[in-house]
Nanobody, 113 residues
């Protein structure tokens, strides 16, 4: 199971750090991802990190967001800087393990003045 947290209200230009704790999975072996979804639109990928630490980002968040993982704490992170109103969404952590999809419950990020 995945449990996401850390969302909230932040002003444009501000920062937030999302966390996603994992249980019941062999966390260190899994590629982990963050997705986000705005009402009425499809869920879209934001960033991923492989078991080896390789990262990839959607163009919209490059140079602003950083994905990381702590395999000892079994926790995934998303550091979000220079936030924009367009980053407002529900953020989900995700992994696929043994052909099963696991989604966190989502955490709302609102960027507004």
């Amino acid at each position: 199971q995945l449990q996401a947290s850390g969302g909230g209200l932040v002003q444009p230009g501000g920062s937030l750090r999302l966390s996603c704790s994992a249980s019941g999975l062999n966390f260190k072996l899994n590629t982990m991802s963050w997705y986000r979804q705005v009402p009425g639109k499809p869920r879209e990928p934001v960033a991923l990190i492989t078991s080896g630490g390789t990262t990839n980002y959607t163009d919209d968040v490059k140079e602003r967001f950083t994905i990381s993982r702590d395999n000892v704490r079994r926790t995934l992170y998303l550091q979000m800087n220079a936030l924009k109103p367009d980053d407002t969404a529900v953020y989900y952590c995700y992994t696929n393990s043994r052909s099963r999809n696991f989604w966190g419950q989502g955490t709302l990020v609102t960027v507004s003045a």
